[in-house]
């Protein structure tokens, strides 16, 4: 595959497609940005100053326009290099010292504290973390949240009813569910939930469900927005996703027989993760990288989030969209969110269970 490649500068909004050599874990083929550097296989570019090159494992489609719209806010130019989470994290430890990457902006907090594990990222300061509550930043202080993001059970309202649904994640290993579900394995939001199991659970549990849930003949789909569709029309019963993909198909489509269902008491099937960002350490951009972040932080990205990605806006004073539940009102599992950094040994697990 040939990746896009998208250029934010000052005068426009550029797409090129050029060739990029292989890099990271999985198959899917990243996107990004020429490197400044002139590193071999990419194009080089000469830019105004300051500029700011952000590797991001957040979808174009989703933060593109409220990256662009840093750079008129601020004039800071940016380099952006889209790609999946785990495979934007795995390339910036290829790359070690040598990455051109001022920032990480994942979409999950496994691959923050992955690099964060590696010492790749730089401590951030204090008026950035305090901005967000302590369960959604790194208790070490070198990444922060930037939105929040529920792990849901999406269900079709004309097949399964409420009572229906079991309490926990756990029991859709039960029989009555074979060929009835819908899953993203290669998905990093699925990614980052499995490895909440193994740090719950523990290796053999996890492996014991992941089995289950194999032999109860799931339909496999890319990523999380084919599944909510799959069950938007039918085609599955209920889906593992994220909460947020349903309100983008009802904004496209209008009212879907479609909704979402939260585990109680707890349950892994309703962790809350964060889309985070940090900074690379040794970036030659420090200021502006903490420039970036403050700006996900600030009262319009926020409000983005809650408006336009439908994800939980994360700084107090700033209201979620009225159809989702309150953060405070679901009944999340008691997990650091830093505990998640071994995506390593999840990806070993979905292997050798033959989910990737």
Not at 103 to 116: H, N
Not at 306 to 320: D, F, H, I, K, R
Request: with cysteine; hydrophobic share 40%; net charge negative.
């Amino acid at each position: 595959m040939e990746p896009s490649y998208v250029y934010v500068n000052r005068r426009t909004l550029l797409k090129a497609t050029l060739s990029l050599l292989p890099v990271g874990l999985g198959a899917a083929c990243a996107t990004g940005v020429s490197d400044p550097r002139g590193v071999a296989g990419k194009a080089t570019v000469t830019l105004g100053s300051p500029s700011l090159t952000v590797y991001s494992g957040r979808n174009e489609q989703l933060v593109g326009p409220l990256l662009e719209q840093f750079w008129q806010d601020t004039g800071i130019t940016i380099q952006v290099k889209y790609g999946g989470t785990a495979e934007i994290a795995a390339t910036i430890l290829e790359e070690g010292e040598n990455s051109p990457a001022d920032v990480f902006y994942g979409q999950d907090a496994g691959a923050l504290g992955a690099l964060q594990l590696e010492n790749r990222l730089a401590a951030l300061p204090d008026a950035i973390l305090n901005a967000v509550e302590l369960r959604f930043r790194s208790p070490q202080g070198q990444w922060v949240g930037t939105s929040g993001r529920a792990r849901v059970v999406v269900y079709n309202t004309e097949s399964v009813t409420p009572a229906d649904l079991p309490p926990s994640i756990l029991d859709f290993t039960a029989p009555t569910w074979k060929g009835r579900i819908g899953w993203a394995p290669t998905n990093g939001s699925f990614q980052a939930f499995v490895t909440a199991m193994r740090v719950t659970l523990g290796e053999d549990p996890t492996r014991a469900w992941l089995e289950g849930i194999k032999a109860n003949e799931p339909k496999v789909y890319p990523k999380n927005t084919p599944t909510v569709q799959a069950a938007v029309d039918g085609e599955i019963a209920v889906g593992f996703v994220n909460h947020y993909y349903l309100f983008r198909i009802r904004a496209e489509q209008g009212n879907v027989p479609a909704e979402n269902y939260f585990p109680p008491n707890g349950d892994l099937g309703s962790l809350i993760n964060v889309a985070g960002a940090g900074v690379i350490a040794g970036s030659e951009n420090q200021a502006a990288a903490e420039q970036f972040i403050a700006y996900l932080l600030s009262q319009h990205a926020q409000e983005y989030f809650a408006t336009e990605t439908y994800e939980y806006p994360l700084v107090s004073g700033v209201a979620a969209h009225p159809d989702l539940p309150a953060l405070s009102d679901i009944q999340t599992p008691d997990i650091d969110l830093s505990d998640l950094a071994d995506l390593r040994g999840t990806l070993e697990l979905l292997q050798e269970v033959e989910l990737i």
